[in-house]
Every structure is written in C-alpha cells, then in structure tokens.
C-alpha cells in the first residue's frame, strides 16, 4: 500500500479493523510463489485496498474482493475498474450466498488479526452488517451445507472445528476457515499471518482443518520484521498451500528472507534466481539474505514454529512423557490495567498512606535479583472512601458505607476529572467509565475513581514481563505488591504440588527460557512478546513429590540471588532433567544453553538491524 494512500486511514479505525495492508512487495513475492498457470479464478474476500489482488488482474485471471470497510473498497476500485469489488461484510448470510459455490483456483488474503478485546470497538466504524463471533459461526455452519467445494467427511470436520473457536479468537481465526472452504479442489492457498500467530492456543480449529484438507508448499518469513515496518509490530510470515486431491509429499519450503535478499520494492532482488519457486524449493543458505529447509508438514503444524526445537527435544526426552505446565493446577493471568495510568498512578502522593499501595508498573525498577520488594510507585486504590462532592449526592442508607476522602485527595479527584485523554474526559473513557456502578436500592455506587476490588493475579507472588529484550525473568514478589498488566502474574492453585518457590525455580530453568524462545511472538525491534495462553503451553516432564521438594528448595535459594549467578540455574536444569531420565545431562545442559542463546542472538540482530 502506497504512503499516500495509508496515511488517509485513521489509526484507530486500522487498528480495530486489522488494517494492517499487505503493500506491493508483499503482494508481488505471493505472486511469484503462486502457480499461475493454474489460476483462473481468485478471491480475496478481505481484499483491503487490494493489494493482493492487483497482479492477478493484470494477467486477466477473473478477480473477485469483498471489503467491509467503504473507504478501502473505494480504493480498491480505483486500483482495478474492471474487477468484481464488493462491499460487505464476508461473513453475512447475502455475502456467502454470492460466493461460487464450487469455489475458487486461489484464495489469497490478509485476514484481520483483531484482538477479542478491540473487536467490539469496529462497530463505531461499521454502520452496516456488524456481526458477533456467534453470529459469524452460526452463519459459516450454515454456508457449509450449501457449498460444493467440500464432501461430507470434510463438512463435518469443519462445522466440528467451528463449534470449538474459542470467545478469545481473533477475527482471523473464522477468516481463516471462510478462506479454506473458498478454495476449490487442486486449488490454492495463500494468506499473510504474523509468524507466531498458529502457537496460540485458539488456532486450533484453523491447524486441524490445515492439516487435513491443505499440502503446505511454503512458509516464507519477514527474518528481519521489514515488510510492514512501521505498521505492525510483530514477525510476518506468508503460507502457500493446495488443497489436497490425494495423501501427497509430507515436507514444505520453510523459508527465512532477509532484509538485504531485496529491496523495498522487490523483496528477492539480490537473490541469484528470479525463479523464485524454483529457489525456494531446494534447501539453500545464502549468507544474511535467505536460508531454506525443508520441514515436515506434521512437525511445522505440530510446533507451528522452529522444527529444529522438535529435533532437540525428540534427543532430551519422550515427548508422550511430558505435559503442559497449564495442567498442572498453577494459574497464569495478567497483572492490573487501570485503564488511565495518568490517574491511578501517583509518583509522589502528599497525603495518608491507607489510599495508596505499592505497584510495580514497568520494568525499570525491578532491579538485579531474582526478588522484588519496592514498587516503582503508588496506586491509587480508593474502595470505601468519595469525594465530598459524591458523598453529598448519596442517599443517607448508603451514607454509612463511605467516609469522606481527605481534601488533598478530594482536590486531585476533582481536578484530574477535567483532564482529556485526546477528546474524552478521563471519567468517560471507555476503560474508566466501567468502574461506575450506579446503586440499585440495594447496594451503594460506585464511582469512576474506585477500581474494581484486586484480586489474586493482581498481586501474585511471581510475575514475568509481557514485552522482554533480553532472556525473560520470572521474578518473586515477596511483599504481594500490586503487579500492572506489564507482566503476567503466575500463582499456584490451592491444591497445586507446586508452591511459589518450586515455580520460581522452574520457569527461570534454561529448559523454560528456551520454550520462551520458542513460544513466544518476536517484535519488529527483536524484542520477545509473552502472553499466557502461550506460557500454559510449556512442556514439563512429571515430577515426583521428592523433585517438586528439591525444586521448591533451589527456588528458595534463587530468591536470594542476584540474575548474574548462574549457579543455581544450573542446579535447577540438572533437577529438571534428572526427572526426564536424561542420559547425558551435562550434554543435554550445553544444548539447551546453545539454543537458548542462539535465539537470543537472533532477537539482538533483528534489534540492530530494525
């Protein structure tokens, strides 16, 4: 997408709609990897600007783009007068009904990778057709019976993978399944994808439907986070697939490109071949521009990430023997969001200390140990106490249930109540305002500056950075200090074997550090995004009672540590593998320690190079 072109797109309107727009090279590398000697029909049916489709209308193949978003399609049909553009939302009922029903040779997009929790913010842009997630199931469930690109053993499959997209998908993950019925048999797949983005949990229902219905031909990564620099921020990634005909090969082209492999406006300019498929179909590494392997299909779906690591682990461990740590009774959450930091976060309060707890909001106070027991400010946490103001607007019964907060605190309510975050007053922000709760008769209101009552993610006993430069540290709150949605707050049940020390030790093990590595979304300027969906899917092996014993001792002894010394954490991957039955652990130590900083030497070249 050309500058001009984007610059007119509001940034909040791009950011609810995924509007994250492909651009000419991305679209022209797709095209060289597509076979289009077998293309005579294609579809975008999230077609943007269209910019993936606009080399396929200058080879006359019959295009067809469907856009949600007026504006885009407006673009869009400046671009290409003579292609089919309609605008609509895909999911509708009258949309599916004017897709061919037998389907298309190409079905090429870059679906909407919106978060669930923005997904309600697009309908202040979309007057028309707004539609929930169960409305876009319901009506997906029933295109199925009316298209004839599926039998009946793959309708099946698909209205079985539909019922399990789960309430925190995003809108990909059911752009994604429209995209795969789309494709007629022998026909062509291909979608742009952040590269981590099949590790989460709510993909799924997308990598079973993959796996049995699509041949992976490739899988080419941005290996420097170049192709939409300045846009979004994570790792991209571009899969190419057929629809299966008959059981064929099992290996795909996993491709890692580089920024100097071309330039912005052709991606392999520098490569030796401008037969690009040829190119990618052969394993070849060309120094800091391309490196091709061969991968199979099993494993790449399996990890969806770097098949190197199954190899490591097939050398460690039995894979059968080991289980996710998210099953094991421990809780993964995300610390506290306030939803206007301006207010709630007071550097230096000048009244009573009993409105005020401490908080760790970033990482520039953690300091070099293993334990924190300073925040890096106060919160304000306001439950029982109101304004003069408000307490005089209070019906006497519920009098008795607040006192008045002091002036000085009073004076600051009142004074940051006329503050604006753009357009809004900090009370009518959309994140604030939640807060309010008027009385029903029975109970007493609530107001705007009363955070909801903290609960146990909030000031969990462990927490870890969601945004990580370096190696990830899982850090040991000793004072139960508030903890801000920064991190991910990590607590043991109550009928977990694990305590918080056996924890601390285990998820500071190389063995953890490198599932980070491995789990983990890679950000435009090398750093490590963690969430906890992507935690809970860490491997661990069983342990004993006697282990999670020697592990809650080295944890205890990890609290006192400064990060630099590393000799606890070499007890502690030694525990580790003792209970994976490990034959050469001092091998199995230096590999896991060599993977680990193999990882970490990529993010730090992305980083200099971004």
Request: charged content about 20%; overall charge neutral; hydrophobic content about 35%.
């Amino acid at each position: 997408m050309t500058p001009s072109i984007f610059s007119i797109m509001n940034s909040l309107k791009q950011k609810y709609l995924g509007q994250y727009f492909s651009g000419s090279a991305v679209a022209r590398l797709l095209f060289e990897l597509i076979d289009t000697t077998q293309v005579y029909s294609a579809i975008d049916p999230m077609c943007g600007s269209g910019d993936l489709l606009v080399p396929f209308v200058e080879k006359e193949i019959s295009v067809v783009g469907n856009e949600v978003d007026l504006e885009a399609v407006q673009m869009c049909q400046a671009r290409m007068p003579h292609a089919e553009i309609w605008n609509s939302n895909s999911f509708s009922i009258n949309t599916l009904s004017r897709f061919n029903k037998s389907g298309y040779d190409l079905v090429i997009t870059n679906p909407p990778y919106v978060r669930y929790q923005l997904q309600a913010n697009a309908k202040e842009y979309l007057s028309h057709e707004w539609l929930l997630i169960d409305d876009i199931i319901r009506n997906l469930k029933e295109y199925t019976e009316s298209t004839k690109s599926l039998n009946e053993g793959e309708r099946q499959l698909i209205i079985e993978e539909l019922g399990r997209i789960s309430g925190l998908s995003d809108l990909a993950v059911p752009s994604w399944i429209l995209c795969m019925m789309l494709v007629k048999n022998g026909g062509q797949l291909a979608i742009v994808l952040p590269t981590t983005w099949l590790t989460r949990e709510y993909s799924a229902p997308v990598k079973n439907i993959l796996s049995k219905l699509f041949e992976i031909d490739y899988v080419v990564n941005d290996a420097n986070s170049t192709w939409f620099s300045g846009k979004a921020q994570v790792k991209t990634s571009l899969l190419l697939a057929h629809r299966k005909t008959k059981r064929e090969k099992s290996w795909l082209s996993y491709v890692d490109l580089y920024k100097l492999a071309g330039t912005k406006s052709c991606l392999t300019a520098n490569l030796p071949s401008t037969e690009i498929r040829d190119l990618f179909s052969n394993e070849i590494f060309i120094d800091n521009r391309l490196s091709v392997r061969m991968v199979s299909q099993d494993a790449f779906i399996g990890s969806s990430n770097d098949s190197s690591w199954l190899s490591l682990l097939g050398r460690l461990a039995n894979k059968d023997s080991l289980i996710k740590i998210g099953e094991n009774k421990i809780e993964f959450g995300q610390g506290l969001r306030t939803g206007a930091n301006s207010f709630f976060y007071v550097q230096d309060p000048q009244c009573e200390s009993k409105y005020y707890l401490d908080v760790i909001q970033n990482q520039r106070s953690l300091g070099t140990r293993f334990t924190t027991n300073a925040g890096s400010c106060k919160l304000l946490y306001i439950q029982d106490s109101v304004t003069n103001r408000d307490f005089s607007t209070l019906e006497p019964k519920f009098a008795k249930h607040y006192k008045s907060l002091p002036y000085e605190i009073s004076e600051y309510i009142e004074r940051k109540s006329q503050e604006k975050k753009g357009e809004i007053l900090l009370p009518e922000l959309s994140s604030v305002r939640t807060n309010i709760t008027k009385s029903d008769g029975k109970r007493p209101p609530r107001f705007w500056y009363m955070l909801p009552p903290l609960t146990q993610r909030h000031t969990a006993k462990l927490f870890l950075p969601r945004v990580n430069g370096d190696k990830p540290i899982v850090r040991y709150n000793s004072n139960a200090l508030v903890v801000d949605a920064n991190f991910i707050t990590i607590w043991p049940s109550n009928n977990s074997r694990f305590n918080e020390y056996s924890l601390l030790a285990l998820l500071n093990s190389t063995w953890c550090s490198v599932q980070f590595e491995e789990l983990g979304s890679v950000m435009g300027g090398g750093a490590l995004k963690l969430d906890a969906a992507q935690i809970r899917n860490i491997l661990i092996p069983y342990f004993s009672d006697k282990d999670i014993d020697a592990l809650s001792s080295l944890g205890k002894k990890l609290a006192r540590q400064q990060i630099s010394n590393k000799s606890v954490i070499v007890e502690i991957d030694s525990c580790i593998l003792q209970a994976m039955n490990t034959p050469d652990i001092n091998w199995a130590m230096e590999q896991l320690e060599i993977y680990r900083q193999y990882h970490i030497n990529q993010r730090r070249h992305e980083r200099n190079n971004y």
